[in-house]
């Protein structure tokens, strides 16, 4: 069993719409969670960083955390064709040696205009 | 202020050359992580290096792939003797400060192919 389990989709919307992304984990000593976005041939891209439980908003963008669940997931409102591309959650125990960071496999999202 | 350099952007190698990575992290960052992604995964941690000091190279294969970070100058990934299954992209990230957890800056990666 992964660590950290992403559905890899795809996953198609038309503009405007509501996306959710969510990611499941195994490890309960996970506390640091983010969410990256990653375009094409490009190298990822923090988009929302979160410590612990709770909810983060930042624009368009909401991260949630369940620790409970062991369940995060990242909301994207009115959801724009710029927003094509992958979104990775990654985690981070606080027991680890550095900042090594566990990634889940990718959610491809398609926004179609 | 440039972000995290890294060359080449593409490198093709035939079986059982010699590939190296570089990365230039971030201006002021002295923390540098190495992660691979395979085709349809997701991004695996291999090493992360201070300058001059292996921190933590839980992830790297224990045979063909090493690793460093100098006092001066850039961060190198190398891999020896090159096979097939190293074809993947390659990115480094860099961070100011030991440890980071509230997520660290990429480069746009190297890909390698071996033919």
């Known amino acids: 069993q992964k660590e950290v389990e992403q559905d890899p989709g795809p996953l198609s919307v038309p503009e405007g719409a509501i996306v959710s992304l969510n990611c499941t984990y195994s490890n309960s000593a996970f506390q640091y969670f983010m969410w990256y976005r990653q375009y094409s041939r490009k190298g990822p891209e923090l988009l929302m960083y979160?410590?612990?439980?709770g909810n983060k908003e930042d624009g368009r963008f909401t991260a949630q955390v369940d620790k409970s669940s062991k369940y995060i997931s990242l909301f994207i409102r009115d959801s724009q064709p710029s927003d094509s591309a992958t979104y990775l959650c990654a985690m981070s125990a606080s027991n680890n040696q550095g900042g090594k960071l566990i990634f889940g496999q990718g959610t491809e999202l398609s926004v179609k205009p | 202020n440039a972000g995290v350099m890294q060359n080449p952007r593409h490198l093709v190698r035939r079986r059982g050359q010699e590939a190296r990575l570089r990365c230039s992290p971030m201006k002021g960052h002295s923390h540098v992580y190495w992660y691979r992604q395979l085709p349809e995964e997701g991004l695996k941690f291999m090493v992360y290096?201070?300058?001059?000091?292996?921190?933590?190279e839980s992830g790297m294969p224990k045979e063909r792939f090493s690793a460093e970070f100098p006092k001066e100058g850039p961060s190198i990934l190398r891999i020896q003797q090159v096979v097939r299954g190293d074809s993947a992209a390659y990115f480094c990230?860099?961070?100011?400060?030991?440890?980071?957890?509230?997520?660290?800056?990429f480069g746009s990666g190297t890909r390698l192919t071996v033919v």
């Open positions: 290096l201070q300058k001059e000091n292996i921190i933590d």
């Open positions: 990230a860099s961070s100011p400060s030991f440890g980071e957890r509230s997520g660290y800056t």
């Open positions: 979160t410590y612990s439980s």
